[in-house]
């Protein structure tokens, strides 16, 4: 955590770390070497997947709480379009991907229900991107893994 009493988001020195940075930091490299070996139940376990028999995942999907979200998770529209999430909550989704981590700055992708009620994959990628600073994050939930094509 920074040491900065006034606002912990100004951090001036190369000894600021935010824990949910680290998360998502690991979840992104993992996400990039997908390799299903393990079933601890844990955001930053070692590995993608739950066991030798499972299906080959890609992605942890995670659903992102702000500090100021008073316990509803953050959404996003699954579309580049301008949609008002309170007032279009449809069109949007609380699941996404991380896909970068530069810093204390996010990037993910909006993660949409699978409109293929017969697949055993229960999210499609969009094409919607948004990037975030992760000082404005007070909680990480990640989902179960899954396979997501397109990413």
Partial sequence: MCNNDNNRNNCNNNDCTN??????????????????????ISCDRP????????????????MLYTCCGNGTP?????????IDCNVDGSSCSNVFRVEKINGNCATFRVL???????????????????????????????????YVECV
Avoid: K
């Avoid at 590995?47 to 995670?62: D, F, M, Q």
């Avoid at 953050?74 to 580049?80: A, L």
């Avoid at 919607?128 to 899954?146: G, H, N, P, Q």
């Fill in 19 to 40: 824990c949910i940075t680290e998360i998502l930091q690991i979840i992104n490299v993992l996400q990039s070497n997908a390799c299903p070996d393990n079933c601890l």
């Fill in 74 to 82: 953050w959404s996003m529209p699954t579309t580049r379009t301008n």
């Fill in 112 to 146: 949409a229900p699978n409109p293929d009620t017969t697949s055993l994959y229960p999210y499609v990628a969009t094409d919607s991107i948004f990037t975030m600073d992760t000082d404005c994050l007070c909680a990480v939930r990640c989902l179960t893994d899954t």
């Fill in 47 to 62: 590995a993608l997947g739950g066991g030798s028999n499972c299906i080959i995942c890609n992605t942890r999907p995670i």
